[in-house]
């Protein structure tokens, strides 16, 4: 049995992990998209460095566009097998490849639009159709249901607690008469999320692929997210007289921005502002999450006996149509703008923060993640001058961060994970979703740990799974 990484390879996005049996049947966990490698995403979302008619089956642990995004090509490209995932994941991954898909087009026409000489026409990944065929593809695993993929290959969800639906993966693969229990993290989410239920104990594994996002930090001991936007908030808008634009993924970030503000409006502390939230996907997800009560933890559960909306508050619209989008950059009024994608790569957050970036009234709010070579990582490390649709851009408004608000657990969570694992069991610990030099500061700290074997793979690199 080998495994190869074709992606999350000492960075972020990209989520691809191809384990193949000795009798070739191929296991494609996750097929994901690259986000935010500047020059290079292009380059490497158009190359897998497999086959895709090769692979027999896929594994889906969440529905992020950089773990769920490829699926379509990769379908466009002879994918004929199965692709198993939770139900919610399914929902939301549904509605996240055709928003991509849409938004690729989109993007591709504008940038073709502005072509300058010599310079080639952008074509977008995959079409509607090719999403249609993937989501007929798609097969329902619930939690903890012990699947039979097929003889000798059995499935196992555990909720990771990062987004809804997502999920640990464990295979049980049987050859030769040797059993081999490989676990893929997926990404996890934090112990004391805002809202979902905190990450499952799962069974003892051999091979472990971890995610290592935030391997190097700890979010706690940082200030409340409620008190941070009160304050962002009330200066760029009642003191500044300007904009917050919030770059935030579709799902699970828009939703926690909406609840920590609703749960301003229940203290009395909301600022008088219009709210808009500028993505029609995120006005679905919202509703998809509003359908799944049984993810939320106890707090939620909480407030929903003294609030039945815990998404919905005075001032909020959602919108829907280009022109009003638009619209939004000619009014000239203070305002709160929650707008996708969260690393400020593509959509129309991108064109806000076009419009905006240029008025030292405005708050560019980071709330999450971003790639370092991203729109977003630019600006959160500070840069005075970026680059958006091909043009240099001063960067006059300010830059603020909420680092509390990751969906992804600190090194503290990501311990606590592991810890129902006895380490000395685990043949192998592969730390894949981190950059480099933060795998190397997590790697250290799960030696310390008593998890010996821990390797960190190379993009394409492939091991060997000894017996």
Known sequence: ???????????????????????????????????????????????????????????????????????????????????????????????????????????????NRHLREGEEKEEPLYTDDDVIQTVSQMKIVEYEEDFEIEENIRLKFTDAGHILGSAAIHLTITEDKQ?????????????????????????????????????????????????????????????????????????????????????????????????????????????????????????????????????????????????????????????????ASGMAEAGRVKHHIRNNIGNHKNTILMVGYCEPNSLGGKLIAGQKVVEIFRDNYDVKAEVRSIKSMSAHGDYEDLLKFLSCQDPAKVKQLFLVHGEYEVQQHFAATLKEHGFMHVAIPEYHQEFNLSD
Request: hydrophobic share 40%; net charge neutral.
């Open 1 to 111: 049995m080998k495994i190869a990484f074709h992606g999350a390879a000492r960075t972020v996005t990209g989520s691809k992990h191809l384990i193949t049996l000795k009798n070739n049947t191929q296991i494609l966990l996750d097929c994901g998209l690259f986000q935010g490698m500047g020059k290079v995403t292009d380059k490497l979302n158009g190359y897998f460095g497999f086959s895709p008619a090769q692979v027999t089956y896929l594994v889906l642990s969440h529905a992020h566009i950089d773990h769920c995004g490829l699926l379509p090509r990769l379908v466009a490209e002879g994918f004929k097998g199965k692709i198993f995932c939770t139900s919610a994941t399914m929902d939301l991954a549904r509605i996240l490849m055709m928003d991509s898909a849409k938004i690729q087009m989109q993007d591709a026409d504008f940038s």
């Open 179 to 339: 059993t081999t229990r490989i676990t893929f993290s997926g990404d996890v989410g934090r112990y004391g999320d805002l809202l979902l239920k905190s990450p499952q104990q799962f069974d003892q594994a051999d091979y472990i692929l971890m995610e290592s996002t935030y391997g190097d930090s700890l979010h706690k001991d940082l200030d409340p997210i409620e008190d941070m936007l009160l304050e962002i908030i009330s200066n760029t808008c009642k003191v500044k007289k300007g904009k917050v634009i919030i770059p935030a993924f579709s799902v699970g970030r828009t939703q926690e921005l909406l609840y920590a503000l609703n749960g301003l409006e229940l203290k009395g502390k909301l600022p008088d502002v219009p709210y808009y939230v500028d993505s029609p996907l995120s006005s679905k997800a919202t509703e998809i999450l509003k359908n799944h009560p049984e993810v939320y933890n106890n707090g939620v559960k909480s407030t929903l006996k003294v609030d039945h909306d815990v998404f919905a508050f005075k001032g909020l619209r959602f919108i829907e149509t280009v022109e009003e989008s638009k619209a939004l950059n000619e009014d000239p009024r203070p305002c709160v703008i929650i707008s």
